[in-house]
DNA sequence: CTCAAAATTTGACCATCGTCAATTAACCCG
DNA sequence: CGGGTTAATTGACGATGGTCAAATTTTGAG
């Protein structure tokens, strides 16, 4: 029997941490307990896909702990990695609201642990709670805000101006700050994933981290990144057009 | 006072037809006449603003003729024609949902026809109607899918064959076909605009039109478009990778 | 620990793209 | 219709990015 909950034991959904920071959050006691009974905790292992582009889509997953890659392919084996999503986030609505194919897959970075929804169990509380559904448009709405930054960025920057913002958002989740005020952190991606995130070949970001490194802006390390003076990252992609 | 309903006089949105196929179809005939008598018809000339990124969202918009450009910068002057809405779309729910300000502008490519619905008739309609916000979740979600599509598309293809792409989808919207197969359209876009659209600068897309006109895949003249072979242009944006 | 496979880096080379500048064409207002 | 402004094209040239190929490093299975 797969285990129940988000947190602590026997507490289920009603333990868990995440709850208070994704649409879940809206549900009474009673439609916490309803979930918790009828949702499905996995444990994933680096590597592991969670779903398929191109299957159906039976449910939702909300993610508990660790990284998880959204990958879409162009139907030519060309994929790319769209984006990353966190502890909180919650993947597969589309197929829910559509009942369509996954049009995308999901893929576990490192270890991670996700809820599986059935559809079924969350069409039951959307009828019961409307709130809920009125979240789900706001999450959806707030994604649709990050894809369309995403295209204007891609429409905008640079390859290495890509790379530097994916760097600094990067550093927002994985990074530390040191003593000196320089960041640092573990890197959950492949070069040629990273590559793929904004749109090059891998060739092309060996050469842009090289020159990164030969500017002085950041080191590079396998996956170790530093970054001494974050402040010069940010100038890259905001050039010093007006007096800022 | 502003005219009511989408089509003939009296009818309001009842008779309007673009009813039948966006989310307004799940409402009942009183709610129709609800939102008919709330609404702002408007007609907007080539190139007025419809709104603009950072005002606050009052309500959205509902196309019914003509062609809006959505509009989204970067904060630095570069501004990106992110995609185009025709008769049917709405605008603008993203305000309506989150409460924020508008994150992107919209501008009437041609004399158009738009209906303002307010925030508070957009919410009594959802209250007393829980299909409705059904009915826009689904829309937020296939245009989810489109930008996502979007993405993929920026990171895999070149300029020539976004554009080419871009060519094409125009072409479904406004072209026609001659009696020997060609396609011929006006096109409802200045060279600028088409470049941002494929995050370009106006030169490259330039010698890009230059460069199908030798290649013989496509005839320009000011905005006249003219393709001679649609399949050729197919050709360029899916390659013979595998057996088609 | 060892070896093979996969990932990454590097080089060479060419195509594409952006920038600056100059020209030409199209457009709008009066 | 004219004049001025904006849009579009073209040229030159340097910068960036893609492709192919080879070398090097890292990773993972056994």
Request: charged content about 25%; glycine content about 10%.
């Amino acid at each position: 029997m797969a285990e129940q909950g988000g947190g602590m034991s026997g507490l289920g959904c009603l333990g868990c941490s995440l709850r208070q920071r994704n649409e879940w959050c809206v549900l009474s006691e009673e439609e916490t307990r309803i979930l918790s009974r009828n949702l499905k905790k996995r444990q994933y292992r680096a590597g592991e896909t969670i779903f398929s582009a191109g299957e159906p889509s039976h449910g939702i997953y909300c993610v508990v702990s660790g990284a998880v890659a959204i990958r879409k392919g162009d139907g030519e084996g060309n994929a790319v990695l769209l984006r990353l999503a966190y502890p909180g986030d919650t993947l597969g609505y589309r197929g829910l609201l559509l009942g369509e194919n996954r049009r995308y897959s999901a893929e576990a970075l490192g270890p991670s642990k996700l809820c599986f929804v059935d559809q079924t169990v969350t069409r039951l509380l959307l009828d019961r709670n409307s709130a809920l559904g009125r979240q789900f448009l706001r999450r959806i709405a707030a994604d649709m805000d990050e894809a369309h930054d995403h295209l204007v960025r891609n429409a905008t920057l640079s390859n290495r101006g890509k790379f530097v913002y994916l760097l600094l958002a990067l550093m927002n989740r994985h990074g530390r700050t040191a003593s000196d005020g320089s960041r640092f952190m573990e890197l959950p991606l492949s070069r040629r994933d990273l590559a793929s995130m904004i749109g090059a070949r891998h060739e092309t970001l060996s050469r842009i981290i090289g020159r990164l490194e030969e500017d002085g802006l950041a080191r590079f390390s396998g996956r170790t990144v530093h970054v001494i003076q974050p402040h010069s990252l940010f100038r890259e992609i905001r050039p010093p057009t007006l007096l800022d």
